[in-house]
């Protein structure tokens, strides 16, 4: 079955730092792409997308590619800050038949301090 | 006002007690997810519902039942509650009609069984 594979946190940077949390996914064919965050005491809000292989996501300053070759999905950004503070998922839904189910990966805890 | 509400935000409840989660939509959408959240596992799919006729087991089914009273609300329930159920519970929406398989996510419920 389908499969995401997340970094395991928490990860600690500081303000400014560079950031990639490294997701890679195990699908037939085509899924799309999603990474949700959540902030604390709030649900899961969809960060950034992408539906098909080089496409590349990107919202508030964090980006991610599609990469079919490694079946991948890194979050990058370049300069964090403490407001970034959050879990962030990395997801899947098939491109057909899954009726928008999606699998997520366990989740990566980021904190970022002054 | 929140697209996606979740009724009640917190409820500590003893074992072999009935619970009702609820959740109601403004959303218009036809879709409707149940998941729990509990920490390292990420989140895992309960119950979903492709509109009021149609409803369908997840990966952790077993415990819980789902009722879709109307295309706006959909709620979880436990008919025995035991204490492996502890978790966090997201309710979510989406819409087949706009093809982007994003789904929106409710604030939570964090349920306790003691």
């Known amino acids: 079955g389908d499969s995401v594979t997340q970094m395991e946190g928490p990860v600690t940077l500081s303000e400014e730092a560079f950031l990639t949390i490294n997701c890679t996914y195990t699908?037939?064919?085509?899924?799309?792409l999603f990474w949700y965050v959540q902030y604390p005491g709030e649900g899961l809000q969809l960060l950034l997308k992408?539906?098909?292989?080089?496409d590349k996501g990107s919202n508030k300053g964090f980006e991610a590619t599609y990469r079919k070759e490694t079946t991948s999905f890194h979050l990058e950004k370049g300069s964090v800050q403490v407001s970034d503070s959050a879990v962030y998922f990395c997801?899947?839904?098939?491109?057909?038949?899954?009726?928008?189910?999606?699998?997520f990966g366990t989740g990566t805890q980021l904190k970022v301090e002054l | 006002d929140a697209d996606v509400t979740q009724t009640p935000r917190n409820r500590i409840t003893k074992t072999g007690k009935r619970i009702m989660l609820e959740c109601s939509q403004t959303?218009?959408?036809?879709?409707m997810y149940w998941y729990r959240q509990d920490p390292g596992l990420g989140l895992r799919l309960i119950y979903y519902?492709?509109?009021?006729?149609?409803?369908n087991k997840g990966e952790i089914s077993d415990g819980y039942s789902v009722s879709r009273q109307a295309q706006a609300k959909f709620s979880l329930s436990l008919e025995s509650a035991i204490p492996n159920q502890t978790a966090l519970y997201f309710c979510?929406?989406?819409?087949?009609?706009?093809?982007?398989?994003?789904?929106?996510f409710g604030p939570g419920t964090r349920l306790t069984v003691l």
């Open positions: 979510a929406t989406s819409d087949r009609g706009t093809g982007q398989n994003e789904q929106f």
């Open positions: 699908a037939t064919g085509y899924p799309s």
């Open positions: 992408a539906t098909k292989a080089d």
């Open positions: 997801a899947l839904t098939p491109i057909t038949g899954g009726g928008n189910k999606l699998t």
């Open positions: 959303k218009g959408h036809d879709r």
């Open positions: 519902s492709f509109d009021v006729k149609d409803i």
